[in-house]
């Protein structure tokens, strides 16, 4: 039930119509032609500006395109592609801006002239401070040409969910020494860095450079080599997502800014050990991804970690863990303390980490 159009005062409008009317009860009034005349040519202005802007703004279509990866707390570019499909009169003075959640975000983008039949395209630079899922919900497309009287605006659907991963950070207090332990006790499994062991068929997560193009060719399928690893290197990130126990003294601004930090560092410390080219699991309350590695398993673990969700009550002791493998634990002061030796690693958002 929206109206197609949206027209708003601006400061000059707002002037410029007072006037007018003013112009016309005086001409009312007095009766003098010089006044009629006058107001002709202000309601004039005010008619060709509606006629102008119309022109604008009819058969532009607007496009976005998020970059592929979006982190909390960094910037990125949004691009902005605006086409004007009229076979002859080009726009001016074009302004889009996103609809997010229903709310139009604090950025334009700005287009001075859009010839007929032609595409320009810029970018805006945003940030999004928390994590999660963001629904865009359309744009919106407005002018002040030709007079700046008016602005004329109208929405369109153009439908968009961004996926904003937690924030990423360095993790210094995975030491060096620590990433030598990595692994120890792993059996022989095959990987990538060894001697060659033969070829199979690709599997979501494979290294793209280890792909044998001849061998795909011929067998119509993707083919990756195999390398002989000496040592499993394989380590389970535990994150304990359970909000514990409410005290009173604690505020829940001081809670969700600790549970936030959990996540964040839990994607940290992954995507640390991925780097390292070790094979990583997520284990959560809520949620499991199985060990693996590569570019994919990092943006399938990111986008688990940004879509979690903190449960009340869960205890600590039901997140099993995996033989062969070492264990770090993220966890929050409060939301329980973790059975003695059952980890190599704790990190306590809130508290002091713990070796």
Partial sequence: MRPPRRLRFTREGRYF???????????????????????????????LSGVLSEMSLRRVHVRRSPPTRIYAGRPFLMSVSVRNSKDRFPSFS????????GELLDKKCYFLKIPAGRIQETSYRYLFQRRGLYRYDGMRISTKFPFAL????????????????????????LRTEDHRRIGEG????????????????????????????RTSAHAGRLMVREWHVEAARRVSVVLHNAKGPSHPSEPNEQRDAEIEEAVSL????????????????LMTHTDRVPFGRGPSHRWRILT????????????????????????????????????????????????????
Avoid: C
């Fill in 17 to 47: 119509v007072g006037i007018t009317l003013g112009v016309g009860f005086a001409a009312i009034n007095t009766g003098n032609n010089l006044l009629y005349l006058i107001l002709g040519m202000m309601l004039a202005l005010i008619i």
């Fill in 186 to 213: 792993g059996d022989l499994r095959k990987g990538r860095g060894g001697e060659f062991d033969g070829l199979r068929e690709w599997r979501d997560g494979d290294d793209a450079r280890d792909v044998h193009w």
């Fill in 304 to 355: 688990v970690l940004a879509l979690l969700d903190f449960v009340d009550q869960a205890p600590l002791s039901a997140l099993d863990g995996v033989s062969g493998a070492r264990r770090i634990l993220i966890t929050r002061a409060g939301a329980g303390d973790p059975p003695a030796h059952a980890y190599d690693r704790v990190f306590d958002v809130g508290a002091q980490v713990a070796a």
């Fill in 94 to 101: 074009i302004e889009v801006e996103d609809l997010v959640d």
């Fill in 150 to 173: 008016f602005r004329k605006s109208r929405e369109t659907e153009v439908r968009a969910e961004l996926v904003v991963f937690p924030a990423v950070a360095p993790v210094p207090e």
């Fill in 266 to 281: 839990a994607a940290s410390v992954v995507d640390h050990l991925l780097d390292l080219d070790v094979d990583v699991e």
